[in-house]
Antibody
Framework: EGQLVQSGAEVKKPGESLKISCKGS????????IGWVRQEPGKGLEWMGI????????KYSPSFQGHVTISADKFISTAYVQWTSLKASDTAMYYC????????????WGQGTLVTVSS | VLTQSPGTLSLSPGERATLSCRAS???????LAWFHQRPGQPPRLLIY???RRAAGIPDRFSGSGSGTDFTLSISRLEPEDFAVFYC?????????FGPGTKVDIK
């Protein structure tokens, strides 16, 4: 059974940069896609994008393209999402998820990383 | 775009729940999943491929439908079922979620 463990909660100011992580264990990290899902406080789920750590092939939702960067380091079995300039509207819970293939259902969810952006 | 109805469903434990998920265009290969999310927890997979129950999911949950219209049925609601349910299509990029249906206790 695989597991995804995310980095801890973050409090940042508008305009600051941030990189949060998701470490996979208990499975072959390079053989599964890792996606990211945003959930604003009290709101629904939004699919952000996905990466294949084996070759770093990355797909983005148009809603997030250009505002976040998804990456992965296969040598330490960790995926990331980063922002260069945070906005208050980035305040949300961010989940990483594991999928068996690009067009596959979500097997696992990380526990979530709460990002709060406030001046 | 995925649309879920109703927005909120108020039922009693033991009752049957029927949730709808409608897509604006046909979902490729019926790659449609249902998730259940309790407050403060990540979502949990219930159904994938429109009708296949995920491992460990009780048989009171069932999924049906194809093309643009999908349904999640819960035969007899248990107390732990009262939460928010989301559908997701993973057949075409970008993958998208529906807005959710909240099932609360009547």
């Amino acid at each position: 059974e695989g597991q995804l463990v995310q980095s801890g909660a973050e409090v940042k100011k508008p305009g600051e940069s941030l990189k949060i992580s998701c470490k996979g264990s208990g499975y072959s990290f390079i053989s599964y896609w890792i996606g990211w899902v945003r959930q604003e406080p009290g709101k629904g789920l939004e699919w952000m994008g996905i990466i294949y750590p084996g070759d770093s092939d990355t797909k983005y939702s148009p809603s997030f393209q250009g505002h976040v960067t998804i990456s992965a380091d296969k040598f330490i079995s960790t995926a990331y999402v980063q922002w260069t300039s945070l906005k208050a509207s980035d305040t949300a819970m961010y989940y990483c998820v594991r999928q068996g293939g690009l067009h596959s259902y979500i097997y696992d969810w990380g526990q979530g990383t709460l990002v709060t952006v406030s001046s | 775009v995925l649309t879920q109805s109703p927005g909120t469903l108020s039922l009693s434990p033991g009752e049957r729940a029927t949730l709808s998920c409608r897509a604006s265009q046909s979902v490729s290969n019926n790659y449609l999943a249902w998730f259940h999310q309790r407050p403060g927890q990540p979502p949990r997979l219930l159904i994938y491929g429109a009708s296949r129950r995920a491992a460990g999911i009780p048989d009171r949950f069932s999924g049906s439908g194809s093309g643009t219209d999908f349904t999640l049925s819960i035969s007899r609601l248990e107390p732990e079922d009262f939460a928010v349910f989301y559908c997701q299509q993973y057949g075409s990029l970008p993958f998208t979620f529906g807005p959710g249906t909240k099932v609360d206790i009547k």
